[in-house]
C-alpha cells in the first residue's frame, strides 16, 4: 500500500482513528502526519543495504507498530523515520510506501515485494516490455507487447511458433519494434513414451 491511502471510505467520509483505517493492524504503521512537498522539491531515501533512492511529491510521517523498516528518510524533520515499512501479518507480508520514490526505487521495491510473495515473472523482458501467458490446450499463448518508443530485442526460449507480429532472429531472439506486438505459440513438452 502506498502514501495517502485509506483517508477516505468507499461513501466519501473521512475514516477517524489514524491512517491508513482499517490497515493500520494490518500494515504495522500509523500516519502521523503528512507532509506535501512542493514542485521539484526531493527527499533522500536510504534503505537498509544502504542503497539511495529518491522520493517527491508526498511524504509522510509514520509511526511504527510492530513493522519492520526497510528504508528511512535521510533530510529534513523526517532524518530517520521510516518511509517505507514492511509487516508480518497472518500467513503473509504487507508493505507501506510513505513517499513517491523514484521509479528504479519503487520497481526494486515492488519487485522485492513480488518475489516476497512467491510470484515470479512470465518470462525476463526488457523495461516497457509486458509479458502475459495463457494456457491453450497444447501448450500456452505468450502476447508481448512493447510500450514503449524505441524498438528491443528479447530472448525467445524453446521453439515457439510465431503467430503475429515482430520478428524472429537467427540466435533465438524476438526483435519488436516500439508500441510492436508479438504472440508466440509455446507447445507442450511431450514426455517420451517408454516401450518394454
Sequence with gaps: MSFFSCVVDPN???????????????????????????????????????????????????????????????????????????????????????TQLDPSALANSLKAAWTRAGIRPVTEVPRGVEAVRRAVDDGSLLFLLNHGDASVELAV???PVQLSGGSVLTDGRLHLEARDVAILHEKKVSAPIKTV
Design 12 to 98: 466519501e467520509h473521512i475514516r477517524l482513528g489514524g491512517y491508513p483505517q482499517p490497515f493500520v493492524p494490518m500494515l504495522g504503521v500509523q500516519v502521523l502526519d503528512w507532509v506535501p512537498l512542493g514542485d521539484g522539491e526531493t527527499l533522500p531515501v536510504r534503505f537498509s543495504d544502504n542503497s539511495e533512492a529518491g522520493a517527491d511529491l508526498w511524504a509522510e510521517l509514520l509511526a511504527v507498530q510492530g513493522a519492520e523498516v526497510l528504508a528511512t528518510f535521510a533530510a529534513t524533520y523526517l532524518d530517520g523515520h521510516p518511509a517505507v515499512t514492511l509487516n508480518h501479518f497472518g500467513a503473509g507480508t504487507a508493505q507501506y510506501v510513505g
Design 157 to 159: 526460449s524453446g521453439e
